[in-house]
């Protein structure tokens, strides 16, 4: 089978169409098939250019160097930062990091059990906007091009080949708790430095014996905490290391221990292990 096009790249784009496993049941859940993943990247720092910012000449020069329209471009701290600090931008110490979720999705959707037909991924916006993305997505690793695939997104609500259901698409407005609505998982975790100590791989070894569905809420910003009420919405909430780690390498984490469990061990229901 050919390997699938790069998002973001050069034409053509190839879509992957996955069949139901043999043993699915009519509601969709399969009986025989390992637990579903899902990760969603919460708050985060993803936005376009606000409009009092489009004209200062950080958004200006670059807009006219790559002839982008400033409304398709995204908020970058580290280019924007002049047009920031002049405009005296709400919350600006935290805004403009796309890097963030350029790093969780290259980790997510190139993952061994992304490919394996294991994960969802999801991204939740500050602005409360749902980014839906295809399993078969593959993101471009170039950080520029990056941006200008979400900027395209941000402007016109879904990217993809022509003439093929889109491979990201753009729901707004969804605040978190519309987004794990809609994801409908048996059971919603958190990860938050400040949550309940927990090893990993005990837990979720456990959840996966316990659930057909679990999904995994992970924050989208460079420091601090959740805008969202995430303490409300998650079932649990777990620090996963002593020390505070980017969401990419928690993303990692999560990840290699959700396969390993649901592909290499004999999950059996009991009792939840304590914390």
């Not at 409009?51 to 006219?64: F, G, I, M, W």
């Amino acid at each position: 089978m050919a390997s699938p096009r790069v998002l973001g790249g050069p034409p053509p784009f190839l879509i992957l169409t996955a069949r139901l496993p043999a043993g699915t049941k009519d509601d969709g859940r399969c009986g025989d098939c390992p637990p579903v993943l899902s990760l969603v990247l919460a708050d985060s720092e993803l936005e376009p250019v606000p409009e009092p910012l489009r004209d200062h000449p950080t958004v200006t020069k670059p807009a006219q160097r790559k002839d982008v329209d400033p409304e398709r471009m995204l908020l970058d701290a580290s280019i924007h930062h002049w047009a920031m600090d002049e405009h005296d931008l709400d919350e600006r110490e935290g805004r403009g990091r796309p890097d963030l979720a350029h790093l969780f999705l290259l980790n997510a959707l190139d993952s061994a059990l992304n490919l394996e037909g294991g994960l969802q991924t999801h991204i939740h916006t500050r602005n409360d906007e749902h980014v839906r993305i295809d399993p078969a997505t593959r993101i471009i690793r170039a950080y520029p091009r990056f941006k200008g695939l979400m900027g395209q997104l941000f402007a016109e609500g879904e990217v993809g080949p022509p003439d093929r259901d889109p491979l990201m698409q753009l729901a707004k407005p969804a605040p978190l708790a519309a987004v794990l609505d809609r994801i409908d998982a048996d059971r919603v975790i958190a990860l938050d430095p400040e949550g309940q100590a927990t090893d990993p791989a005990e837990k979720l070894a456990w959840h996966a014996g316990e659930h057909d569905h679990v999904c995994l809420v992970l924050g989208g910003f460079p420091s601090g905490s959740y805008t969202s009420s995430v303490d409300r919405l998650a079932d649990e909430t777990w620090s996963i290391h002593p020390k505070p780690l980017s969401v990419w390498t928690a993303a990692s984490e999560v990840l290699v221990h959700w396969r390993h469990i649901t592909q290499g061990m004999s999950v059996h229901r009991g009792p939840e292990p304590e914390p």
